[in-house]
């Protein structure tokens, strides 16, 4: 069941500071499709106790939504950045100029969580107010959708073994150290209940270790994960910003800390999802799904597709893309943020190119619930496919992409 949003607040998602025209498209191509792979907006932490409470001595602030569910700010964030994204697409005539889309005009579908279908139908309440708009749900609530599943599908010992062992010479390659000490400087880790009647105890990487096993999410135990997650509620807690006026319990106050948590936080995405091996492995279904969309003429000029920053993460190093940066961001994969995959023809030459942006929040806009317009535009990053100019991809040297990722 998706929580329900406080009427006043979503009258206020829809009618706030009516959003300018979105930027124009480039002149002299006519854009044709576009799938969108986004993360879900904000939720509560996914771990709000066992763990976590056990490594601090103080009180992580409470919740009005159960953990992992989107919360109401986060749908209002949701409306904001589906409102921009749909005069975007009608101001680049993929999109009827007024009126509801038809089926041929756009379909979405959500992994079958709480979060991401709740995601899914705030972003269409503020693509198309008005409007009935279905939501594709193929598990039952609270069931992982395959397509969206982030796990090892090969059942191959050699694989696993491989895949372990590039995750530890990735970590072995990370200078965490500094970060890992800011986290305990913050939660107060050494004081807490995990490290009652230890002498020594403090985070470090040498616990860690990691596991690939089929049907399961590549993982992590030790000081990395738990340090991940304690990075995660923080976030969390800072996008929501209002009623969290102490930060950190007074103890995150600066700049450099955030960027060290967000060091680990996206050391942690990179090393179980970016390795490029499990990356294909582990994205294969929406790399399949993304070329499938793409080949079928009978495809929805805009498909939506709501899922996790794992699936992004994965999508993109599976792609070869992994050196990028985020202005006005912490995290490589933020909440609210999304992979639009774009096909374009040149209105003379008649040729395609494909371009791959990255559309998302900065922590700005999530934290200060800061509505979507001209002036006010999300960020914007054009990621460089490999093997392809500045200008995009050729057909051919798109489907060669999405073959070498999937094979």
């Known amino acids: 069941m998706i929580h329900p949003l406080c009427p006043l607040l979503l009258a206020l998602a829809l009618v706030s500071s009516a959003a300018a025209a979105a930027p124009a498209p480039m002149q002299g191509d006519q854009l044709e499709q576009v799938v969108l792979l986004s993360r879900h907006n904000l939720r509560a932490p996914v771990v709000a106790s066992g763990a976590l409470a056990n490594a601090t001595p103080e009180r992580w602030p409470d919740w009005d939504v159960g953990a992992g569910e989107l919360t109401t700010k986060g749908g209002v964030l949701e409306v904001y950045m589906g409102r921009y994204m749909g005069q975007w697409l009608r101001q680049a005539q993929l999109l009827p100029a007024s009126g509801c889309p038809q089926p041929a005009d756009f379909h979405a579908h959500a992994n079958s969580l709480q979060r991401t279908q709740a995601t899914a139908q705030f972003f269409v309440a503020g693509a198309f107010p008005g409007c009935h708009v279905a939501?594709?749900?193929?598990?039952?609530?609270?069931?992982?959708?395959?397509?969206?599943?982030?796990?090892?599908?090969?059942?191959?010992?050699?694989?696993?073994?491989?895949?372990?062992?590039?995750?530890?010479?990735?970590?072995?390659?990370?200078?965490?150290?500094?970060?890992?000490?800011?986290?305990?400087?913050?939660?107060?880790?050494?004081?807490?209940?995990?490290?009652?009647?230890?002498?020594?105890?403090?985070?470090?990487?040498?616990?860690?270790?990691?596991?690939?096993?089929?049907?399961?999410?590549?993982?992590?135990?030790?000081?990395?994960?738990?340090?991940?997650?304690?990075?995660?509620?923080?976030?969390?807690?800072?996008?929501?910003?209002?009623?969290?006026?102490?930060?950190?319990?007074?103890?995150?106050?600066?700049?450099?800390?955030?960027?060290?948590?967000?060091?680990?936080?996206?050391?942690?995405?990179?090393?179980?999802?970016?390795?490029?091996?499990?990356?294909?492995?582990?994205?294969?279904?929406?790399?399949?799904r993304v070329n499938a969309l793409f080949e079928d003429p009978a495809s929805p000029k805009v498909s939506l597709l709501v899922g996790h920053d794992s699936n992004i993460g994965s999508v993109l190093a599976a792609l070869g893309i992994t050196d990028y940066t985020l202005p006005g961001q912490y995290e490589k994969t933020p909440i609210g943020g999304l992979l639009q995959f774009e096909r374009w023809r040149d209105r003379g030459a008649g040729e395609v190119r494909y371009r791959l942006v990255y559309v998302y929040p900065t922590r700005e806009q999530l934290r200060g619930a800061i509505p979507l317009t001209d002036a006010?535009?999300?960020?914007?990053?054009?990621?460089?496919?490999?093997?392809?100019?500045?200008?995009?991809?050729?057909?051919v040297q798109f489907e060669g992409l999405l073959h070498r990722a999937l094979n």
């Open 135 to 288: 939501v594709e749900q193929r598990m039952p609530l609270g069931t992982m959708d395959p397509l969206f599943n982030p796990v090892i599908h090969r059942d191959d010992a050699a694989f696993r073994a491989r895949a372990v062992s590039v995750m530890q010479q990735a970590l072995s390659a990370s200078d965490l150290a500094p970060a890992l000490s800011a986290v305990e400087g913050i939660t107060l880790y050494p004081q807490s209940a995990a490290c009652t009647g230890l002498s020594n105890c403090h985070l470090a990487l040498a616990d860690t270790t990691f596991s690939a096993e089929p049907g399961k999410e590549p993982s992590a135990s030790g000081s990395l994960a738990l340090a991940s997650g304690l990075v995660d509620a923080l976030l969390m807690e800072h996008y929501q910003g209002s009623g969290i006026p102490r930060e950190g319990w007074g103890r995150l106050t600066t700049e450099a800390q955030w960027h060290a948590l967000a060091q680990i936080r996206n050391r942690y995405q990179d090393i179980l999802f970016g390795t490029p091996e499990v990356a294909r492995d582990v994205a294969a279904p929406l790399l399949a």
């Open 376 to 395: 006010q535009p999300p960020g914007r990053v054009e990621l460089v496919l490999p093997g392809c100019g500045p200008s995009g991809c050729s057909e």
